[in-house]
């Protein structure tokens, strides 16, 4: 594509260069043509004015002379034998010599002289006429020259343009196939796991069902981010930053992730461990989650059924560090060097050789790292590094209830509300709405009541936002929500001076009383 971009470019300069040369050439033909054509009506003219002289008849010398200025020249000067000025026509006060004129008034006017003789025999010299002419006379006949012959021209450029631009579209069409290839290999990749834990969903006994639905909802909706992405026809290298002001937090994501592998993987060992209960980041939180999930997918291939696997997080406040630890077989040293490269894969069964190329590249868009350590017979490290956002004032990490506060739950899914029932103590005082225009007016909101509010009740119906931000102490409402890392919601929230929770995280949001 590249050459046949060069190609193209280089055949426009030359039809460029070509028409200005011919566009240069025509104009010097019509200078050269018309001064020859001047110079003879000159020398005619010069003829009659010496029979006019021989009869001395200067009037009708002066006629001849207006009649041949205003026919083909601007100016006619005589001159004596000696180089006087006899009369110029027109007349001037002051007549300026063509040799005196300004080099702007000499580059669009010409002057041509030709000389009086008496006798023809003896070639007797008796004055000079000088005739002033422009110069361009004949340059718009050139000029439609010039369209003409470029306009014929034009023909086989626009054909030649065209052969080019076909086989320009066949590059792109191969391209975008090679695009296309990629989008599909990474759709397969980063949906195989989600996908298993909705097997394990829809296969579980009564007693794991509640756990496990929630995890089936957390599947479902990672597989419609992944499809979102790929239907949106953008490039198949991941996006760090989606939008200026969204942020989602690395700790929450990685607990997640986490929790799916271990439905999978009941009989290995695995833990995370965090310096912080939160880390945010700018980077899109479907990669990252995709990312965590396809290096602890590696992780688990590589020890087997019984092995151990530790997730470390460190945050200082200016990065985050996500550490996967396996004990595994490791990595052969001759291997380590290629595992980052696109589509290389080694003893994995269905391997597609994508999950540490697209982490690199997130890595790198949201200007930070990947390092990978190994050793045969010990495990692997990877460790992904980026940029650390400060903690939202909408962050909320737990919810205590005053032993004399109600905790109001408002949710239009009855699975939700459930969910809620179940996991909360009993200890805890609580009433359920399924409508925000259901909640109990200010008046009857005591300062230790609680609030955990849905946000979307359907079209036209009020908003969970709209109705924290007409509660006595909107601090007092968590926005419960699925769409928790948008930027809007996140911004509306500071406004608003509530805090935030996404539904994916109800199952391990502690809500105790004191």
Not at 447 to 476: C, M, Q
Request: charged share 25%; aromatic share 8%; with cysteine.
């Amino acid at each position: 594509m590249k050459d046949l971009d060069l190609a193209f470019n280089r055949l426009i300069r030359r039809y460029v260069v070509t028409a200005a040369l011919l566009l240069l050439g025509l104009l010097g033909v019509s200078i050269i043509w018309n001064n020859s054509i001047k110079q003879e009506l000159a020398d005619q003219a010069t003829l009659f004015l010496r029979k006019t002289l021989q009869a001395g008849d200067t009037r009708g010398e002066l006629q001849i002379m207006n009649g041949i200025r205003f026919a083909s020249f601007q100016s006619i000067t005589q001159y004596d034998s000696e180089g006087r000025r006899i009369v110029t026509l027109p007349p001037t006060v002051a007549p300026i010599e063509y040799r005196n004129r300004s080099l702007w008034d000499r580059l669009l006017h010409a002057e041509v002289r030709s000389v009086i003789r008496l006798d023809d025999e003896r070639e007797t010299q008796v004055g000079a006429l000088s005739f002033i002419y422009s110069r361009f006379e004949l340059a718009g006949y050139a000029i439609l020259v010039w369209i003409f012959v470029v306009a014929l021209i034009a023909f086989p450029f626009t054909s030649a343009k065209r052969r080019l631009s076909y086989e320009l579209e066949k590059e792109l069409a191969f391209q975008n196939s090679k695009i296309l290839k990629d989008l599909v290999g990474k759709v397969r990749h980063n949906i195989r796991s989600p996908l298993a834990v909705l097997n394990a969903y829809f296969t579980a006994t009564s007693t794991e069902s509640l756990a496990l639905k929630d995890q089936g909802h957390r599947a479902a909706h990672r597989i419609e981010e992944i499809l979102s992405e790929m239907e949106g026809g953008g490039e198949p290298v991941p996006q760090a930053v989606p939008s200026p002001t969204a942020i989602f937090d690395a700790v929450a994501l990685a607990r997640q992730i986490l929790e799916e592998k271990s439905l999978l993987q009941s009989s290995a060992l695995l833990e995370i461990k965090s310096n912080s209960p939160c880390a945010y980041t700018r980077i899109s939180g479907p990669d990252l989650k995709a990312t965590l999930s396809n290096l602890l997918d590696n992780a688990l291939q590589a020890i087997g059924s019984d092995g151990r696997i530790e997730i470390d997080i460190e945050a200082d406040g200016s990065m985050v560090a996500v550490s996967i630890q396996d004990n595994g077989k490791g990595i052969a040293p001759e291997l380590l060097p290629k595992v980052r490269e696109k589509g290389f894969t080694h003893g994995k069964e269905n391997g597609s050789g994508l999950g540490l190329y697209y982490a690199e590249k997130l890595m790198e868009e949201a200007q930070g790292g990947l390092t990978i350590e190994s050793e045969l017979g010990k495990g692997t490290t990877v460790s992904l590094m980026f940029p650390q956002e400060p903690t939202p004032t909408w962050y909320c990490d737990s919810l205590v209830v005053p032993k004399d506060g109600t905790l109001f739950i408002c949710d239009d899914q009855p699975y939700m509300l459930q969910a809620w029932q179940i996991k909360l103590p009993k200890a805890i005082r609580t009433r359920f709405f399924g409508a925000a225009e259901d909640l109990p007016a200010a008046s009857e909101i005591g300062p230790s009541d609680r609030f955990l509010i849905d946000h979307d009740f359907g079209k036209g119906k009020r908003t969970g936002l709209a109705a924290i931000r007409e509660l006595p102490n909107p601090a007092h409402a968590v926005l419960v929500t699925g769409r928790a890392y948008e930027a809007e919601i996140q911004t509306e929230c500071v406004t608003a001076g509530c805090k935030l929770l996404s539904k994916d995280l109800i199952v391990s949001f502690p809500v105790t009383t004191a």
